[in-house]
């Protein structure tokens, strides 16, 4: 069932021109490159991306893995385009990437999407003749913070002469191993590397390294067998190791919490949102609080559809990602960042906040932070502007102004 199908969602972030998305052509699509973006093309979704070949939003793709040998299962069978849904029934594991932008200008997408899409894993993806420069090391800090484990990708090894691969192996060793990071590289060149990494990935502390190339097909095979065999993050994901996903029990358990990322105008349909269950299960026609608006409101609203990788499903558990259709409900109304929650466990509409308490630490600052400072605030899906409307230091003391390396509630 498509419902109980295992889900790994891993984030490909990295610097513009790293290959991010031409590594997902050539693992979603089966072929390989030819060295001027040919992989890459059907992973576009908007005109301008073609035609300048860089991403500009959050896109998503899909690889599975066969039931019986863990063969790669693509879009491409037997010459003809196969559908997310006949993908999914024959596949017993599903690798959703989150194509990711790695230019400067689109740095708060990439935010919304490895904040919002709450995945597994992030594949930081490093080009061979570059090294680790500009957004990189960004993406990498994000991941940290985010406590999310990491995975590198050295890509265009075919076209880089080995003194600059060599400089760009001993320059990722070092930003690994420094006390940001506090991460050990292992390289992963056999089979048996592989299942030693894949295991060993979940706890933060080690940090596999691919050597790949998209034209030749150097070490993807490798790549594919990592992904097949990489487990599902505990720590990051939402499905309990000890409840299964499809129970009772975990369904009376939790509350439902569900996190809206896109919203749709799909026509004959209406309202269609996507995003991921955060917590507890929702059903077709179960009854919902939609909400908060502008004003802190919440609305009603009832499932009349839930589709799970385009494929049509009656239900989705926590630590999916899922789309459902509301009843009721204008496009306008809803936006990202707004939640589902259960009516029949919260009877009365719930109630919104506008002020929170945050413990925050200044890793650098241009000038001071003071009172009535505005600042963006990145949450999961919500992307807000934010005031600070007192600040108080470790031991409750006021204090007026934040520096870089300050640390404040």
């Known amino acids: 069932r498509i419902e109980e199908m295992m889900e790994v969602r891993v984030a490909v972030a990295g610097n513009v021109d790293a290959g991010k998305s031409t590594m997902l052509g050539v693992l979603t699509q089966g072929g390989l490159d030819d060295g001027r973006g040919k992989a890459r093309v059907a992973l576009f979704r908007h005109k301008h991306e073609i035609d300048s070949g860089r991403t500009s939003s959050v896109g998503m793709e899909i690889l599975g893995f066969d039931k019986t040998d863990g063969a790669p299962v693509r879009h491409t069978d037997l010459h003809r385009k196969a559908g997310w849904d006949a993908l ?21 997408t990439t935010v919304f999407g490895m904040a919002g899409g709450a995945p597994d894993f992030v594949m930081l993806m490093v080009a061979a003749n570059a090294g680790v420069t500009g957004m990189a090391k960004e993406h990498l800090g994000l991941a940290l913070a985010l406590g999310i484990p990491v995975f590198v990708v050295v890509t265009k090894i075919d076209m880089c002469p080995p003194k600059v691969l060599d400089a760009t192996l001993k320059q990722l060793s070092k930003v690994l191993r420094s006390s940001g990071c506090r991460k050990l590289p292992v390289a992963v060149s056999d089979r048996k590397a592989v299942v030693m990494a894949a295991a060993r990935c979940v706890s933060q502390r080690v940090c596999p390294v691919f050597q790949i190339s998209n034209v030749t097909g150097e070490g993807v095979d490798l790549l594919q067998t990592f992904l097949n065999i990489l487990p599902l993050n505990r720590h990051n994901s939402t499905i309990s190791p000890s409840v299964s996903p499809a129970s009772p029990q975990s369904e009376q358990a939790e509350m439902l919490r569900f996190d809206i990322n896109e919203i749709f105008a799909v026509p004959y349909v209406g309202t269609v949102v996507s995003g991921v269950v955060s917590s507890g299960s929702v059903h077709l026609g179960d009854a919902l609080w939609l909400g908060p608006d502008f004003n802190g409101q919440f609305i009603s609203t009832q499932v009349r559809g839930i589709h799970r990788k385009r494929a049509e499903v009656e239900a989705g558990y926590r630590g999916q ?74 031991n409750d003391e006021n204090e007026d102004a934040l520096r870089t390396g300050s640390r404040a509630r």
């Open 88 to 108: 999914c029934l024959r596949s017993s594991k599903i690798v959703t990437f989150l194509d990711l932008a790695g230019h400067e200008k689109y740095l708060k």
């Open 321 to 394: 990602s899922v789309s459902l259709a509301l009843r009721k409900v204008g496009r306008n109304q809803a936006r990202k960042g707004m939640v589902l929650l259960s009516r029949a466990q919260i009877e009365q509409p719930p109630v919104a906040t506008s002020t929170f308490e945050a413990e925050v630490v200044v890793l650098y600052h241009s000038t001071t932070i003071t009172r009535k400072y505005q600042a963006m605030v990145h949450c999961g899906a919500v992307r807000q502007t934010a005031r600070v409307l007192s600040i108080c230091s470790a």
